[in-house]
């Protein structure tokens, strides 16, 4: 199993910026794809990004590619989410996932372990 923890969210104006930060401790966790998710009143869970421990593969909702930008420190084992050109649509609970599995993946019941959240507000 893995633990993860989110950090980083908060209330900024439309346009602007935040990082959000997700701090994995388990066992292998090297092995796992890493995905971030966002939920927002009223609606499912939605598939924000998703990177593998190597780094050298990253997959994007296709909605979101060019404004958000998944990335990870092994060192560190922290997998971090840059997120630009906020819009009051993006405000939702972002969640961090960690997945067995050995492809990147868009699908949240492929995602073993979740952390517990951190909200992103986005006014206009």
């Known amino acids: 199993q893995v633990q993860l923890v989110e950090s980083g969210g908060g209330l900024v104006q439309a346009g602007g910026s935040l990082r959000l930060s997700c701090a994995a401790s388990g066992r292998t966790i090297s092995t796992y794809i890493m995905g971030w998710f966002r939920q927002a009143p009223g609606k499912e869970r939605e598939f924000v990004a998703a990177i593998s421990w190597s780094g050298t593969t990253t997959y994007y909702a296709d909605s979101l590619k060019g404004r958000f930008t998944i990335s990870g420190d092994n060192a560190k084992s922290t997998v971090y989410l840059q997120m630009n050109s906020l819009k009051p649509e993006d405000t939702a609970v972002y969640y961090c996932?960690?997945?067995?599995?050995?492809?990147?993946?868009?699908?949240?019941?492929?995602?073993?372990?979740w952390g517990q959240g951190t909200q992103v507000t986005v006014s206009s």
């Open positions: 996932a960690a997945s067995k599995r050995r492809f990147l993946t868009a699908q949240v019941m492929a995602y073993d372990d």
